[in-house]
Protein backbone atom coordinates (compact mmCIF):
# COMPACT_ATOMS: atom_id res chain seq x y z
CA UNK A 1 0.00 0.00 0.00
CA UNK A 2 1.23 3.34 -1.01
CA UNK A 3 0.28 7.13 0.07
CA UNK A 4 0.40 9.69 2.23
CA UNK A 5 1.12 9.85 5.94
CA UNK A 6 -0.91 13.12 7.77
CA UNK A 7 1.12 14.34 11.02
CA UNK A 8 -2.12 14.54 12.38
CA UNK A 9 -5.79 13.39 11.43
CA UNK A 10 -8.36 13.63 14.51
CA UNK A 11 -11.29 12.45 12.45
CA UNK A 12 -10.40 8.70 12.91
CA UNK A 13 -10.69 9.09 17.24
CA UNK A 14 -13.47 11.51 16.82
CA UNK A 15 -15.44 8.50 14.65
CA UNK A 16 -15.44 6.17 17.51
CA UNK A 17 -17.56 8.67 20.09
CA UNK A 18 -19.77 10.78 17.66
CA UNK A 19 -22.78 9.75 19.43
CA UNK A 20 -21.51 10.59 22.75
CA UNK A 21 -19.95 14.10 21.83
CA UNK A 22 -23.30 14.84 20.36
CA UNK A 23 -25.36 13.84 23.44
CA UNK A 24 -23.31 15.52 25.61
CA UNK A 25 -23.30 18.92 23.16
CA UNK A 26 -27.32 18.59 22.88
CA UNK A 27 -27.38 18.52 26.84
CA UNK A 28 -25.67 21.64 27.16
CA UNK A 29 -27.74 23.40 24.25
CA UNK A 30 -30.92 21.95 25.93
CA UNK A 31 -29.32 23.68 29.29
CA UNK A 32 -28.72 26.76 27.96
CA UNK A 33 -26.72 27.05 30.74
CA UNK A 34 -22.86 27.82 28.86
CA UNK A 35 -20.52 29.42 31.48
CA UNK A 36 -19.68 27.59 34.28
CA UNK A 37 -22.31 25.70 36.20
CA UNK A 38 -22.61 21.75 36.16
CA UNK A 39 -21.13 20.45 33.32
CA UNK A 40 -17.63 22.02 34.38
CA UNK A 41 -18.23 21.03 37.75
CA UNK A 42 -18.64 17.78 36.99
CA UNK A 43 -15.55 17.58 34.61
CA UNK A 44 -13.56 19.41 37.54
CA UNK A 45 -14.49 17.18 39.77
CA UNK A 46 -13.86 13.58 37.22
CA UNK A 47 -10.16 14.98 36.83
CA UNK A 48 -9.80 15.21 40.63
CA UNK A 49 -10.58 11.93 41.01
CA UNK A 50 -8.57 10.89 37.81
CA UNK A 51 -5.49 12.74 39.48
CA UNK A 52 -6.32 11.75 42.80
CA UNK A 53 -4.88 14.94 44.32
CA UNK A 54 -5.63 18.66 44.11
CA UNK A 55 -8.56 20.70 43.44
CA UNK A 56 -9.08 21.22 40.29
CA UNK A 57 -9.94 24.59 38.43
CA UNK A 58 -11.38 24.76 34.65
CA UNK A 59 -10.14 27.64 32.50
CA UNK A 60 -9.92 28.98 28.97
CA UNK A 61 -6.62 27.53 27.52
CA UNK A 62 -3.20 26.07 28.76
CA UNK A 63 -1.54 29.65 28.74
CA UNK A 64 -4.05 31.01 31.23
CA UNK A 65 -3.80 28.13 32.96
CA UNK A 66 0.35 28.63 33.90
CA UNK A 67 -0.81 32.29 34.26
CA UNK A 68 -3.26 31.62 36.67
CA UNK A 69 -0.78 29.32 38.49
CA UNK A 70 2.03 32.11 38.62
CA UNK A 71 -0.72 34.75 39.70
CA UNK A 72 -1.92 32.13 42.18
CA UNK A 73 1.48 32.04 43.67
CA UNK A 74 1.78 35.88 43.78
CA UNK A 75 4.75 35.60 40.82
CA UNK A 76 5.43 39.51 39.62
CA UNK A 77 7.75 42.00 39.02
CA UNK A 78 11.33 41.30 40.67
CA UNK A 79 11.33 37.36 40.75
CA UNK A 80 12.82 34.98 38.52
CA UNK A 81 10.95 31.47 37.72
CA UNK A 82 13.57 29.07 36.65
CA UNK A 83 12.43 26.87 33.44
CA UNK A 84 13.51 25.04 29.94
CA UNK A 85 14.08 26.73 27.06
CA UNK A 86 12.97 24.12 24.93
CA UNK A 87 9.02 24.29 24.75
CA UNK A 88 6.04 26.05 23.32
CA UNK A 89 6.51 29.20 23.74
CA UNK A 90 3.59 30.09 26.54
CA UNK A 91 6.11 28.51 28.71
CA UNK A 92 8.03 31.60 28.66
CA UNK A 93 5.99 34.17 27.86
CA UNK A 94 3.41 33.36 30.60
CA UNK A 95 6.58 34.21 33.36
CA UNK A 96 7.48 37.90 31.00
CA UNK A 97 3.34 38.40 31.09
CA UNK A 98 3.32 38.10 34.97
CA UNK A 99 5.82 40.58 35.34
CA UNK A 100 8.78 38.15 36.47
CA UNK A 101 11.77 37.51 34.84
CA UNK A 102 12.49 33.89 32.81
CA UNK A 103 15.70 32.01 34.13
CA UNK A 104 16.78 29.64 31.55
CA UNK A 105 18.50 26.06 32.20
CA UNK A 106 19.75 23.48 29.58
CA UNK A 107 17.75 19.97 28.61
CA UNK A 108 19.18 16.53 29.20
CA UNK A 109 19.99 15.70 25.90
CA UNK A 110 17.95 12.04 25.75
CA UNK A 111 14.27 12.81 27.43
CA UNK A 112 14.54 17.33 26.55
CA UNK A 113 13.79 18.02 29.22
CA UNK A 114 15.28 20.19 31.54
CA UNK A 115 18.25 18.66 33.41
CA UNK A 116 18.20 19.74 36.88
CA UNK A 117 21.35 19.58 37.73
CA UNK A 118 22.24 22.86 35.60
CA UNK A 119 18.33 23.66 37.35
CA UNK A 120 19.39 23.38 40.46
CA UNK A 121 22.74 25.58 40.19
CA UNK A 122 20.66 28.23 38.76
CA UNK A 123 18.77 28.78 41.52
CA UNK A 124 19.35 32.50 43.21
CA UNK A 125 17.69 34.36 46.24
CA UNK A 126 15.49 35.64 43.55
CA UNK A 127 13.30 32.52 42.68
CA UNK A 128 10.01 32.59 43.56
CA UNK A 129 9.52 29.20 40.98
CA UNK A 130 10.57 26.48 39.30
CA UNK A 131 8.43 25.71 35.79
CA UNK A 132 9.29 22.36 34.32
CA UNK A 133 7.72 21.27 31.37
CA UNK A 134 6.85 18.02 31.02
CA UNK A 135 7.67 17.75 27.41
CA UNK A 136 6.19 15.55 25.25
CA UNK A 137 4.41 13.18 27.39
CA UNK A 138 7.30 12.53 29.55
CA UNK A 139 7.30 13.37 33.14
CA UNK A 140 10.76 15.47 34.37
CA UNK A 141 11.98 13.07 37.87
CA UNK A 142 10.78 16.31 39.91
CA UNK A 143 11.17 14.12 43.15
CA UNK A 144 15.03 15.23 42.63
CA UNK A 145 14.85 18.67 42.87
CA UNK A 146 11.45 19.05 45.22
CA UNK A 147 13.82 18.74 48.30
CA UNK A 148 15.67 21.75 47.10
CA UNK A 149 13.42 23.71 45.90
CA UNK A 150 11.06 23.22 49.18
CA UNK A 151 14.32 24.16 51.31
CA UNK A 152 14.76 27.29 49.45
CA UNK A 153 11.71 28.38 48.93
CA UNK A 154 10.89 27.94 45.34
CA UNK A 155 7.36 26.96 44.50
CA UNK A 156 7.00 24.34 42.01
CA UNK A 157 4.52 24.85 38.37
CA UNK A 158 4.58 22.25 36.42
CA UNK A 159 3.33 22.57 32.83
CA UNK A 160 1.98 19.57 31.86
CA UNK A 161 0.39 20.77 28.80
CA UNK A 162 1.39 17.77 27.03
CA UNK A 163 1.38 15.28 29.71
CA UNK A 164 -2.23 14.80 30.91
CA UNK A 165 -2.70 11.53 31.89
CA UNK A 166 1.16 10.36 32.12
CA UNK A 167 2.75 9.23 35.17
CA UNK A 168 5.81 8.61 37.13
CA UNK A 169 5.98 5.93 40.01
CA UNK A 170 8.36 7.38 42.98
CA UNK A 171 9.17 5.37 46.05
CA UNK A 172 5.99 2.78 45.59
CA UNK A 173 3.61 5.59 44.83
CA UNK A 174 2.10 6.22 41.30
CA UNK A 175 2.10 10.30 40.57
CA UNK A 176 0.79 11.90 38.03
CA UNK A 177 1.84 14.46 35.45
CA UNK A 178 0.55 18.00 37.59
CA UNK A 179 0.33 16.88 40.85
CA UNK A 180 4.07 16.32 42.19
CA UNK A 181 4.57 20.27 42.68
CA UNK A 182 2.49 22.81 44.09
CA UNK A 183 0.35 23.71 40.80
CA UNK A 184 0.11 21.78 37.67
CA UNK A 185 -0.95 23.08 34.39
CA UNK A 186 -2.95 21.40 31.52
CA UNK A 187 -4.16 22.28 27.95
CA UNK A 188 -7.13 20.68 26.30
CA UNK A 189 -6.05 22.74 22.61
CA UNK A 190 -7.64 20.11 20.47
CA UNK A 191 -4.25 18.68 19.24
CA UNK A 192 -3.29 17.44 22.74
CA UNK A 193 -3.93 14.24 23.52
CA UNK A 194 -6.89 14.77 25.72
CA UNK A 195 -8.05 17.25 23.25
CA UNK A 196 -11.55 19.40 23.28
CA UNK A 197 -13.44 21.28 20.47
CA UNK A 198 -11.28 24.37 20.59
CA UNK A 199 -9.43 25.98 23.30
CA UNK A 200 -9.53 24.88 26.98
CA UNK A 201 -7.35 24.87 30.00
CA UNK A 202 -7.06 23.20 33.73
CA UNK A 203 -5.26 24.05 36.76
CA UNK A 204 -4.54 21.83 39.69
CA UNK A 205 -3.87 23.00 43.06
CA UNK A 206 -2.62 21.12 45.58
CA UNK A 207 -3.42 23.40 48.53
CA UNK A 208 -7.15 23.58 48.89
CA UNK A 209 -7.10 27.17 49.48
CA UNK A 210 -4.85 28.02 46.81
CA UNK A 211 -7.39 25.96 45.02
CA UNK A 212 -10.15 28.54 45.71
CA UNK A 213 -8.26 31.52 45.01
CA UNK A 214 -7.88 30.20 41.26
CA UNK A 215 -11.23 30.22 41.37
CA UNK A 216 -11.72 33.69 41.95
CA UNK A 217 -9.18 34.85 39.37
CA UNK A 218 -10.58 33.12 36.88
CA UNK A 219 -13.47 35.07 37.69
CA UNK A 220 -12.24 38.77 37.66
CA UNK A 221 -10.46 37.82 40.91
CA UNK A 222 -14.26 38.15 42.47
CA UNK A 223 -15.79 36.28 45.33
CA UNK A 224 -18.94 37.08 45.49
CA UNK A 225 -20.53 38.15 42.11
CA UNK A 226 -19.35 42.35 41.15
CA UNK A 227 -17.45 42.35 44.53
CA UNK A 228 -13.98 41.94 43.59
CA UNK A 229 -11.45 40.85 46.13
CA UNK A 230 -8.42 41.20 43.61
CA UNK A 231 -7.54 41.81 39.65
CA UNK A 232 -8.14 38.89 38.08
CA UNK A 233 -8.77 37.21 34.58
CA UNK A 234 -11.98 35.89 32.52
CA UNK A 235 -10.86 32.99 31.89
CA UNK A 236 -13.62 30.30 32.41
CA UNK A 237 -13.79 26.84 31.27
CA UNK A 238 -16.58 26.45 28.14
CA UNK A 239 -19.68 24.44 29.47
CA UNK A 240 -19.85 22.84 25.71
CA UNK A 241 -15.92 21.90 26.01
CA UNK A 242 -15.90 20.50 29.51
CA UNK A 243 -18.84 18.39 28.28
CA UNK A 244 -16.91 17.09 25.45
CA UNK A 245 -13.83 17.09 27.45
CA UNK A 246 -15.84 14.83 29.96
CA UNK A 247 -16.74 12.23 27.60
CA UNK A 248 -13.13 12.12 26.16
CA UNK A 249 -11.82 11.49 29.91
CA UNK A 250 -13.90 8.29 29.82
CA UNK A 251 -11.55 7.07 27.23
CA UNK A 252 -8.07 8.54 27.62
CA UNK A 253 -6.32 5.29 29.32
CA UNK A 254 -7.36 3.34 26.40
CA UNK A 255 -5.79 6.79 24.12
CA UNK A 256 -2.97 6.78 25.94
CA UNK A 257 -2.43 3.36 25.74
CA UNK A 258 -2.72 3.31 22.03
CA UNK A 259 0.06 5.97 21.96
CA UNK A 260 2.65 3.74 23.27
CA UNK A 261 1.83 0.55 21.27
CA UNK A 262 2.42 2.97 18.51
CA UNK A 263 5.65 4.10 19.62
CA UNK A 264 6.72 0.58 20.32
CA UNK A 265 5.66 -0.22 16.96
CA UNK A 266 7.77 2.51 15.56
CA UNK A 267 10.83 1.36 17.86
CA UNK A 268 10.36 -2.13 16.08
CA UNK A 269 10.45 -0.65 12.39
CA UNK A 270 13.49 1.21 12.98
CA UNK A 271 15.06 -1.50 14.36
CA UNK A 272 13.88 -3.98 11.90
CA UNK A 273 15.59 -1.18 9.69
CA UNK A 274 18.71 -1.10 10.89
CA UNK A 275 18.43 2.67 11.65
CA UNK A 276 19.31 2.08 15.49
CA UNK A 277 23.12 3.63 14.92
CA UNK A 278 21.24 6.48 12.63
CA UNK A 279 18.41 7.81 14.52
CA UNK A 280 18.23 8.43 18.19
CA UNK A 281 14.54 7.17 19.37
CA UNK A 282 12.73 8.54 22.39
CA UNK A 283 14.08 7.35 25.61
CA UNK A 284 11.65 6.62 28.37
CA UNK A 285 13.51 7.48 31.67
CA UNK A 286 12.61 4.46 34.72
CA UNK A 287 9.64 4.51 36.43
CA UNK A 288 7.84 6.32 33.95
CA UNK A 289 4.65 5.73 32.14
CA UNK A 290 5.42 8.28 28.90
CA UNK A 291 2.44 8.98 27.13
CA UNK A 292 3.56 10.18 23.97
CA UNK A 293 2.04 13.33 23.28
CA UNK A 294 4.73 13.77 20.42
CA UNK A 295 6.98 10.48 18.92
CA UNK A 296 10.42 12.95 18.54
CA UNK A 297 13.87 11.54 17.07
CA UNK A 298 16.64 12.92 16.67
CA UNK A 299 18.24 12.68 13.15
CA UNK A 300 21.13 14.22 11.40
CA UNK A 301 20.47 15.99 8.15
CA UNK A 302 16.58 16.78 9.33
CA UNK A 303 15.74 19.07 7.18
CA UNK A 304 16.98 17.01 4.05
CA UNK A 305 15.22 14.16 5.51
CA UNK A 306 11.98 16.23 6.30
CA UNK A 307 12.04 17.83 2.45
CA UNK A 308 12.57 14.23 1.62
CA UNK A 309 9.33 12.98 3.49
CA UNK A 310 7.47 15.20 2.70
CA UNK A 311 7.56 14.79 -1.44
CA UNK A 312 6.05 11.30 -1.24
CA UNK A 313 3.15 13.14 1.17
CA UNK A 314 5.03 11.90 4.75
CA UNK A 315 4.27 14.71 6.99
CA UNK A 316 6.78 15.06 10.08
CA UNK A 317 7.24 18.72 11.89
CA UNK A 318 9.74 20.07 14.06
CA UNK A 319 9.06 20.80 17.64
CA UNK A 320 10.57 23.34 18.41
CA UNK A 321 13.08 24.93 15.53
CA UNK A 322 14.04 27.94 17.59
CA UNK A 323 15.26 27.63 21.67
CA UNK A 324 13.41 30.18 23.70
CA UNK A 325 16.54 32.14 25.11
CA UNK A 326 16.92 33.12 21.13
CA UNK A 327 13.53 34.28 20.34
CA UNK A 328 13.66 38.03 19.55
CA UNK A 329 10.72 38.73 22.18
CA UNK A 330 13.20 37.37 24.62
CA UNK A 331 16.44 39.44 23.56
CA UNK A 332 15.39 41.53 26.66
CA UNK A 333 16.98 39.05 28.85
CA UNK A 334 20.58 38.84 27.14
CA UNK A 335 20.86 35.40 26.41
CA UNK A 336 23.24 34.86 23.22
CA UNK A 337 23.28 31.62 20.87
CA UNK A 338 25.55 29.24 22.68
CA UNK A 339 24.33 29.61 25.97
CA UNK A 340 22.23 26.33 25.85
CA UNK A 341 23.96 24.03 23.83
CA UNK A 342 22.20 20.78 24.02
CA UNK A 343 18.99 22.81 23.89
CA UNK A 344 20.01 24.55 20.49
CA UNK A 345 21.60 21.21 19.16
CA UNK A 346 18.27 19.25 19.43
CA UNK A 347 16.22 22.35 18.14
CA UNK A 348 18.64 21.10 14.63
CA UNK A 349 17.98 17.64 15.39
CA UNK A 350 14.43 17.00 16.46
CA UNK A 351 11.74 15.52 14.11
CA UNK A 352 8.23 14.80 15.31
CA UNK A 353 6.75 11.83 13.66
CA UNK A 354 2.87 10.85 12.91
CA UNK A 355 1.13 9.85 16.61
CA UNK A 356 -2.73 9.75 16.88
CA UNK A 357 -5.25 7.54 17.75
CA UNK A 358 -5.91 5.11 14.33
CA UNK A 359 -2.69 5.82 12.78
CA UNK A 360 -1.86 2.40 11.05
CA UNK A 361 0.90 0.01 11.18
CA UNK A 362 1.37 0.13 7.27
CA UNK A 363 1.33 3.90 7.39
CA UNK A 364 4.18 4.04 10.18
CA UNK A 365 5.73 1.10 8.21
CA UNK A 366 5.87 3.33 5.14
CA UNK A 367 7.30 6.00 7.12
CA UNK A 368 10.35 4.64 8.49
CA UNK A 369 11.41 2.55 5.43
CA UNK A 370 10.79 6.17 3.33
CA UNK A 371 13.51 7.33 6.24
CA UNK A 372 15.59 4.12 5.75
CA UNK A 373 15.80 4.71 2.12
CA UNK A 374 16.88 8.96 2.36
CA UNK A 375 19.62 7.37 4.96
CA UNK A 376 20.79 4.77 1.91
CA UNK A 377 19.55 1.72 3.64
C1 LIG B 1 0.03 23.66 24.27
C2 LIG B 1 0.99 24.09 25.29
C3 LIG B 1 0.79 25.20 26.09
C4 LIG B 1 -0.34 26.17 25.90
O1 LIG B 1 -1.60 25.63 25.83
P1 LIG B 1 -2.78 26.39 25.05
O2 LIG B 1 -3.98 25.64 25.47
O3 LIG B 1 -2.48 26.26 23.59
O4 LIG B 1 -2.80 27.80 25.49
C5 LIG B 1 1.71 25.48 27.09
N1 LIG B 1 2.79 24.72 27.27
C6 LIG B 1 3.06 23.66 26.49
C7 LIG B 1 4.29 22.85 26.75
C8 LIG B 1 2.18 23.31 25.46
O5 LIG B 1 2.46 22.27 24.68
Not at 202 to 223: F, I, Q, S, T, Y
Not at 253 to 277: P, Q, V
Amino acid sequence: MTGGVPILDLKRQYRGIREEIREAVERVFESQAFILGAEVRAFEEHVERYLEKGVAVGCASGTDAILLALMALDVGPGDEVLTTPYSFFATASCIVRAGAKPVFADIDPSTYNIDLEDAAAKITPGTKAFLPVHLFGQMVPLERIAPLCRERGVAIVEDAAQAFGSWRRIDEEIVRAGVLGDVGCYSFFPTKNLGAAGDAGMVVALDPARGERLKKLRVHGAGTTYIHEEVGLNSRLDAIQAAVLDVKLRHLEEWNAERRIIADRYRMFFNMKKLEGVVKLPVELEGNHHIYHQYVIRVPRRDELMAYLEKRGLSTRVYYPLSLHLQRCFAFLGYRPGDFPESERLSEESLALPIFGGLSPEEQERLVDAAGDFYGG
